[in-house]
């Protein structure tokens, strides 16, 4: 019990920590952002809130409520266990090896909610990740599981191991408790349910991948060339360890092609998997550069794109957690060369990881509340 009161109290210590490395935004009235469906580009809020620390105090009084009820239900509920053995069919499953990208991955979960996804997300992490930077994923309901890195085959004779952590999403296919997988990257946050895209999977046919496309991230001219180029931060699976074992040893084939100077997963996934299937875009994977080329609606169409991904592309982006540790002057550096959509996309996520720590404190209270 003594243990229990003392876990508590260094959670809440950690996020009030975090709470305070808070004061970054290029804008020192940060308004919670809304997105404007009807129209191409994100807009700020009109609602005439001033302080910054509690901006969504409504929808997290409801969120409160759910809660207190589910702790409180799910003491001795059948109902809820069948419907959850329905639910165990599909799950999310995300990956990450260190505290930096697990911070992406509370904002995704929180976007999750956010949309009403309703199944749930493992978080694979390595051995490093400290038992206290897991905590806040576990408030969020994330089922986080230690994993370790893939095995590079010692016939691959190339340096690979840049990629390492990236080979790491192959053990998506080992999930074979489950019947449909669906890969998230850690730097993506959604903007609508996925849930519906379950339902392309075939579980009869393992071998069939669903895969974003790799747009290019720096261009706003349509080139249909790039339909072809494989982005593996989505994919739609049906776990399979023959599949599992076939992408393993798909490393060593790709490291053996003539003139390959490496190996990544994107190579060893479409290589071994050339029938993999593309998610229509910009529905799915969107580049966020592309949120400059509005007059293009084949790379950006907001009112029908589900998820922002955060890849650099040539400007060199910068993972959105990084900002959390920028001072309001340096974060307007970094935006000052690019267009405001941008900075839009990236207050958006802000704003979702300071919903969490909210979500996660409320959550704290109310256990307390509940013992
Ligand atoms: C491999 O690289 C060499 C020298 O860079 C080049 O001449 C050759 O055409 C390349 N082969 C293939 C298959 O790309
Ligand atoms: C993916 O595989 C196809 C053939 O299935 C090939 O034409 C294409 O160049 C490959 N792309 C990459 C990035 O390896
Ligand atoms: C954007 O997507 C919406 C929803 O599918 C569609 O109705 C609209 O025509 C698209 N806009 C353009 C410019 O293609």
């Not at 694979?124 to 408030?139: G, I, N, S």
Request: charged share 20%.
């Amino acid at each position: 019990m003594k243990k229990d009161i003392i876990l508590v109290l260094l959670i809440v210590l950690h996020l009030f920590f975090f709470v305070s490395i808070f004061a970054i935004s290029p804008n020192s009235e940060i308004k919670p952002q809304t997105i404007d469906t009807q129209s191409s580009t994100l807009t700020t809020s009109s609602t005439t809130t001033t302080t910054t620390s509690s901006p969504t105090t409504t929808p997290l009084d409801i969120k409160q409520q759910q809660l207190k009820q589910n702790i409180i239900d799910s003491n001795n509920n059948n109902k809820i266990k069948e419907e959850e053995k329905e639910k165990s069919k599909n799950v999310y499953v995300t990956f990450a090896d260190n505290a930096e990208y697990l911070k992406g991955i509370v904002a995704l979960r929180m976007s999750m909610i956010n949309t009403k996804c309703n199944y749930g997300l493992i978080v694979f992490v390595t051995k490093q990740v400290e038992q206290q930077d897991r905590e806040p994923l576990q408030l969020l309901d994330c089922d986080v599981r230690e994993i370790e890195m893939v095995d590079i085959p010692k016939e691959v004779s190339v340096q690979i191991d840049r990629w390492r952590p990236a080979f790491t999403k192959f053990r998506a296919w080992q999930l074979v408790e489950y019947e449909r997988v669906i890969w998230l990257d850690s730097d993506m946050l959604l903007l609508k349910s996925l849930d519906h895209l379950f339902d392309l999977v075939d579980i009869g046919n393992p071998k069939l991948l669903y895969a974003a496309i790799d747009a290019d991230a720096n261009s706003c001219v349509f080139n249909s060339d790039r339909l072809k180029l494989i982005n593996s931060g989505i994919m739609l699976l049906s776990p399979s360890i023959d599949v599992y074992n076939l992408l393993i040893d798909g490393m060593v084939v790709v490291s053996k092609l003539p003139n390959q100077s490496t190996v990544n997963d994107q190579d060893v996934i479409n290589t071994t998997l050339p029938h993999w299937r593309s998610l229509s875009y910009p529905e799915y994977g969107v580049q966020i550069t592309h949120c400059e080329c509005t007059s293009e609606p084949r790379l950006w169409n907001f009112t029908n794109t589900y998820f922002l991904h955060f890849t650099a592309g040539l400007k060199e982006l910068p993972k959105p957690w990084s900002l959390l540790k920028k001072s309001q002057n340096e974060a307007k550096d970094i935006f000052k060369q690019m267009p405001t959509c941008i900075e839009q996309i990236y207050l958006n996520w802000i704003n979702t990881y300071k919903e969490a720590l909210d979500f996660i404190e409320n959550k704290l209270n109310l256990v307390n509340l509940v013992k």
